[in-house]
């Protein structure tokens, strides 16, 4: 199968697959900086590429109502988001979860209000990790595309049958132009299929409900349902990740390891800002430094395990979260996996940092500082602020 070379956004390349994928029906409100990605796609619909049913609506809310609505009557189903956006559907992303409508959502990374910002940091996302659905993340233009690629695959698994949100971040991704190998057409919908589900509204066969009252006899039963799917859905995104890799010879996992079989000092992060650690660590091995950087891909279902696994030999960890939880004790990154290690009886140093809040940028030297404060730490007993900023210009008093 041949590769076709081609430069392109991140947005675009999403925009691009969705229209290899051609879905059923695309309900999308406009938000910043996701709001290429319905333009686009209603693009290729008026130019007869794609037959996808564009729905305009009036918010964000009424997109998902919308999309539960179509994926409920048996139709493919897809929106995207940003920020704000995502916030105003929360209700309805609880019911998308709890109705186990397969919905894919193109979500770019963007801050949340206030104060008023439209950059990348991780506040949407985040805030939505315990509404049930899949979440995966990218950290570059390629990983995005290839991540939308297998998101119906994933999600429409008889075993997994949840929605998902295919993540990248905010203009750091979604607007600069990179490099990209994009597959051909025909490979893609034969790998991805046709969506036939066994239960629809429209099936006159076979009447269901969706969406019903539930009494206080099945509600706990329903979310331990939700629970095991998710747990389902972490087998089924690695053999969906081999089939992929056959097809286009890019290997996905839940999370990349990058440098750290041998690592004292692994660092630990989500998105674009993987690729500076990257580079901070290449800086560091030629001065010697045993430093690596584990890149997180799936956040939901969350990895406790298999993460722990591959942080037990280091000798510290540095875990960087691109949002505040407000909890005074870290981010919710830096919660799970100290949760998940604590549970495995993983005694490492780790230690919670926050950066790159409200699209600050955070460079190679800050990567460079962390993995140093991290040796002092261990090598020579310097204590370290468990829970610090990266970044951050000096308060006055």
Aim: include cysteine; charge should be negative.
């Amino acid at each position: 199968m041949m590769a076709i070379k081609e430069r392109m956004s991140g947005n675009e390349a999403v925009a691009y697959a969705i229209k290899q994928i051609n879905p059923d029906v695309m309900p999308a409100f406009p938000i910043t900086p996701s709001t290429e990605i319905p333009q686009m796609v209603s693009t290729y619909i008026a130019n007869g590429e794609i037959d996808t049913e564009f729905i305009p609506v009036e918010s964000e809310h009424s997109a998902m109502s919308a999309s539960i609505g179509s994926e409920a009557a048996g139709a493919r189903t897809l929106t995207a988001t940003s920020s704000a956006g995502l916030a105003l559907m929360w209700e309805e992303l609880l019911l998308a979860a709890s109705n186990r409508m397969p919905i894919a959502l193109a979500l770019v990374n963007r801050t949340l209000s206030g104060p008023i910002n439209i950059n990348c940091d991780h506040t949407d996302g985040m805030g939505a990790r315990d509404t049930g659905w899949i979440q995966i993340y990218a950290e570059n233009n390629q990983e995005v595309y290839d991540n939308f690629l297998q998101a119906y695959r994933i999600a429409e698994h008889k075993d997994v049958r949840l929605p998902i949100m295919i993540c990248q971040d905010g203009f750091i991704t979604s607007h600069a132009v990179e490099n990209i190998e994009l597959m051909e057409d025909a490979p893609v919908k034969d790998f991805v299929g046709e969506y036939c589900p066994e239960e629809y509204l429209l099936n006159p066969g076979k009447p269901v409900s969706v969406g019903p009252y539930s009494i206080s006899n099945y509600v706990m039963e329903g979310r331990k349902n939700q629970l095991i799917a998710l747990e389902n859905a972490k087998q089924v995104i690695l053999d969906v990740a081999d089939e992929f890799a056959a097809i286009s010879g890019r290997q996905y996992g839940l999370f990349e390891t990058y440098k750290t079989e041998d690592a004292d000092y692994i660092m630990l992060l989500i998105g674009s800002a993987a690729g500076t650690a990257k580079e901070a660590v290449d800086e560091l091995r030629e001065q010697g430094k045993k430093v690596g950087v584990l890149k997180l891909r799936v956040f939901r279902p969350f990895p406790a395990e298999e993460l722990a696994e591959a942080l037990k030999n280091c000798k510290a960890a540095a875990i960087l979260d691109r949002c505040e939880s407000y909890n005074g004790n870290g981010g919710p990154l830096g919660a799970e996996v100290t949760a998940g290690l604590y549970r495995k009886k993983i005694y490492i140093e780790t230690v919670n940092y926050i950066y790159g809040l409200g699209g600050r940028d955070f460079t190679v030297e800050e990567a460079k500082d962390v993995f140093v404060q991290l040796e002092d730490s261990i090598e020579n007993g310097t204590s370290v602020e468990q829970y610090q900023y990266i970044g951050l210009r000096k308060q006055e008093a």
